[in-house]
Structure formats: structure tokens, C-alpha cells
């Protein structure tokens, strides 16, 4: 990632200093620069200068008396106080860190703070759109010292991926603070909801109609191409994945291969969907389509644990059940499925918002929600046009808005969509499929938008053992607090 980084950097112009503590990555970035083969412009060999000696590259940068600009595509953590630690008495007042890694945004405002007294300013900055992105154009959310992101802001413009309706730079200074991890880490939130959606509709089509897989690549691709998932990118690459034939002339598909397990939560390579169902609890925002397409994942990772809950029950539980549907109620399933994922992805959008409007609001950030949006329209794994189309001028028109389920765009597209999504996950129940984010999501809508729900009898329990209290349907809504009213259900 840091590698295309700099090539993109240097395809603008710049000239490019890179080190990295393992040589073999150095080694591996000059080889391609000077690949003739490789397809990147001639000359661009002469504006990257790879290093091994730490000093030698803080030398190539300039001296004390020279403002530098360093870009960390570092692992979050301790591995980044590493790096500073050991660049910091290179630096001087007047030098900016662009930190690009998905750092936890209390450790970019703690390394703010330390750096500060020194005039040295720390961004926290967002990279989103994998490595592909960081090659060609990636979205940014940068946020820090106002005068030092504007600084940077015009090299930011130009090297970001860019809106194609507008031209605009997906691109803005998001606020103060460590406001542009976090936004990146509700990013990767949502990504992990509509991940868990795509992959459900996936087993939908192939375990349960027996789709084959070139056909669901047809349909996966009909349905980026128009309409409420026009341009989404995960239903995109889905159809990438289902028709890439094995290589050399192999019959059959490469994901055929892949073994069913995502292990990035669980190893600890990864910290953004853990941050983000942390923060949803932590902050009171309902998340369910993120954090159950979460616990999903983490499960998924050890199969040989799951192998022994299947050895212990004498049989899988979960297989998924084969459909034999007429042509016409296949036709019909396949556009509820569009529908479904559409409404559910609608369901991971409003859980990300909201947790970061309520972030914002507890932090001071002043996050524009809608300046979200049109970074996230272009160069991102949650691009979604149409959906940016909906939620994009929505916001503009409610800029204080705290909950976007109240949006009428919103709420007219969930009204719309959401009997489709129940059609689908009563379906796949009874096919016994995986439907953890897109049941989750129906239940949150079912939830969000209930006007009696079932919790008053969980309440009147709590005030049974706990004395918690309640508050009476007589006096109104009232207000996020313990009621006044207790009933001594059984003398102690």
C-alpha cells in the first residue's frame, strides 16, 4: 500500500523518499520501478528513491531548516510510536506526519498532543479503497491542525480519487482531533455490514438456488451496472470474483478455493470492525447489521472450532438447504435479493451516520455528514452511487441531523424496500441459509421504527430484581434517563 502510495505521489510530479523496516519491501519496489515491463511511466524511477538506513532517508528529506511532509502506511499501534520515536529527533518545527494507516483515533490525538508542543504537526488521515486505490486515487479523510491539513490539502486534492459527476476530490477536512481515523473506522464499519450482506446473497443464489457461479456474476454485474446498487462496489467485485476462472486453463473458479474463514478480526491484523462495534455500545448507537456481520467473521475464522461444535452435535446445523424454483419465482427471488441488499446496505449507511453524528457531537468535531458522503462516492470500498444520491443531498438539507433514519429520503427508500428484505430473510430461514446481517438489519428497522415495543415487559423485569424504575406510558415519551416509578413486586 505504501509502495503505490508513492508511485501515485511521484506520477504527480513529486519527488519520493521511501523507507520501510523490512529491506525485502524496498527491494521489492525498486525491482518495479525499473521492470520495463511494468507499464508505469519511464521515468518515474528517478523521482522514487528507496532507503534501508533510517537516517540516510530523514537526510534525503532536508535538514532542520527544511519543512518535511512524511506519510505513514504503518500497522496501527505500537508499531507507528516506533517509527516516531525513532524519527523524532530528525524533525523540526514546521514538519507534518500524514499518519494513512487505520490508527484508533485515541492514539492519533495522544500522538497530536505529544507533538504539538514542537510545532510538529500529526494528521490523522484516512486511506480508503485498498491497494488497488492507493495506486490509482484513494478517498481521504484527513482531520488535525486546521492551518497544517490546509497546508497539505492541495496535494491531497490531487493525488484523491476523483467524484466523476462532480470532479470534486473525494477529499475535506473532516475537523479537529483524530476525527479522520474515526470516520475511516466507521468506514471499515460499514464495509463490514454490507460485506456481510453481499456474502449472504452470494449463498443465497449459489447454496440455495444453485446458481452457478458465472451466472451470479451476470447478476451481480446487472446490478451494479442500474438502479438502487448502480456503482456499489463490494456487489462489483462480487461479480469480479464469481467469473474469474482458475488460472492455466483449470476448469472451475478460483473462490471455489478459498476456504470459508475471514481471519483479519480475530488475528488482530485489523482493528476497525472490533473499534467500531466497541464504539457503537460504548456510545449508545444500535449497530446490529455491523456488529452481527462482525461476530459472523470472528466465528468464521477458527473452522477448527466450529469442526468440533459439528462433531459434538452429530451433524452441521447450518447447511444450507438446495431450492428447485420454477423460472419465474427464481426471476422473481432474484429481484427481492436486489431489493434486500439494497435496503440492508441502506440499514449499514444509517448505523455508520449515526455513530459518527454521535461521536461528533461528544467530541466537539462538528463532522458534516454530507462531506462523508461525497468522500465516499468515489475511490472507497463503500462507494454506492445511488445511494450516495439519496443520502448525499439529504444531509445537506438537515446538516445537525443526529439520526438519519428520520431523513424523509431515508425513510421513503426503507419504507419502500423493506418488505423485500423480509420476503428474503423469511426465505432464507426456511432454507436454512446464513442470514445474519440481512436478518439483523430487518429486526433493526423493525426496532427503530416501532412505536410499541416489547421492552416494556423487559423493564417492569429490571424494576422486579433491580429496582431500576420505569416511566409510565401516561406521561408521555420522556427523556433518556432512570424513571421515577417503582412497584414493590415481591417484599424482600
Known amino acids: 500500500m505504501g509502495g503505490s502510495m508513492a508511485m501515485l505521489f511521484a506520477e504527480h510530479g513529486l519527488q519520493v523518499s521511501v523507507y520501510d523496516v523490512a529491506d525485502k519491501n524496498i527491494d521489492s519496489l525498486t525491482e518495479r520501478l525499473n521492470d520495463p515491463t511494468s507499464g508505469l511511466t519511464p521515468d518515474l524511477h528517478q523521482r522514487v528513491a528507496g532507503f534501508k538506513d533510517l537516517s540516510q532517508f530523514m537526510h534525503s528529506l532536508g535538514g532542520k531548516d527544511t519543512d518535511k511532509l512524511l506519510v505513514f502506511s504503518i500497522p496501527h499501534g505500537s508499531a507507528a510510536d516506533k517509527v516516531i520515536s525513532e524519527i523524532r529527533p530528525h524533525l523540526s518545527r514546521g514538519d507534518i506526519i500524514l499518519d494513512g494507516g487505520n490508527e484508533w483515533y485515541e492514539n492519533a490525538q495522544r500522538r497530536q498532543r505529544e507533538l504539538a508542543p514542537d510545532g510538529i504537526a500529526y494528521l490523522s488521515m484516512g486511506v480508503s479503497g485498498g491497494y488497488q486505490s492507493a495506486r490509482r486515487g484513494p478517498s481521504i479523510s484527513p482531520s488535525g491542525d486546521k492551518d497544517a491539513v490546509e497546508r497539505v490539502m492541495p496535494l491531497l486534492q490531487q493525488f484523491a480519487a476523483k467524484d466523476a459527476k462532480s470532479g470534486k476530490a473525494c477529499v475535506a477536512n473532516l475537523g479537529p482531533a483524530g476525527c479522520g481515523h474515526y470516520v475511516k473506522m466507521v468506514h471499515n464499519g460499514i464495509e463490514q455490514g454490507i460485506l456481510g450482506v453481499v456474502n449472504e446473497a452470494w449463498e443465497l443464489l449459489y ?15 446487472k446490478w451494479e451496472e442500474e438502479g438502487e446498487l448502480k456503482r456499489n462496489f463490494l456487489v462489483g467485485i462480487g461479480a469480479d470474483i464469481c467469473g474469474r476462472p482458475k488460472e492455466n486453463g483449470e476448469r472451475g473458479h478460483v473462490v471455489n478455493e478459498v476456504q470459508d474463514k475471514v481471519v483479519q478480526d480475530a488475528d488482530d491484523s485489523e482493528g476497525t470492525g472490533i473499534w467500531s462495534v466497541m464504539e457503537a455500545a460504548k456510545r449508545h448507537v444500535s449497530a446490529p447489521t455491523i456488529a452481527s456481520a462482525h461476530f459472523f467473521r470472528i466465528t468464521s475464522a477458527d473452522r477448527a472450532q466450529r469442526m468440533e461444535v459439528v462433531e459434538a452435535l452429530g451433524e452441521s446445523i447450518g447447511a444450507a438447504r438446495k431450492q428447485h424454483l420454477e423460472s419465474k419465482a427464481r426471476t422473481e427471488f432474484i429481484e427481492d435479493l436486489r431489493l434486500a441488499v439494497y435496503c440492508a446496505t ?17 467530541e466537539g468535531w462538528n463532522v458534516n455528514l454530507a462531506e462523508c458522503m461525497q468522500i465516499w462516492r468515489e475511490g472507497c470500498i463503500i462507494r454506492s452511487e445511488h445511494i450516495a444520491d439519496v443520502l448525499q443531498p439529504a444531509l445537506e438539507a438537515s446538516p445537525g441531523v443526529t439520526n438519519v433514519l428520520s431523513l424523509e429520503a431515508l425513510a421513503e427508500e426503507i419504507k419502500r424496500t423493506v418488505p423485500y428484505l423480509r420476503k428474503v430473510v423469511q426465505d432464507g430461514l426456511e432454507w436454512n441459509a446464513h442470514m445474519p446481517a440481512l436478518s439483523a438489519s430487518l429486526e433493526y428497522f423493525k426496532y427503530c421504527g416501532g412505536k410499541h415495543l416489547p421492552s416494556q415487559f423487559m423493564e417492569a423485569e429490571l424494576d422486579y430484581f433491580g429496582a431500576h424504575s420505569y416511566d409510565l406510558k401516561s406521561e408521555g415519551d420522556g427523556e433518556v434517563k432512570k424513571g421515577k416509578h417503582h412497584f414493590e413486586w415481591k417484599p424482600a
Open 346 to 362: 441502506l440499514a449499514s449507511f444509517a448505523q455508520g451516520l449515526n455513530l459518527i453524528a454521535r461521536a461528533s457531537a461528544d
Open 207 to 221: 447454496k440455495c438456488l444453485h446458481t452457478d457461479l458465472d451466472t451470479i456474476a451476470h447478476i451481480f454485474r
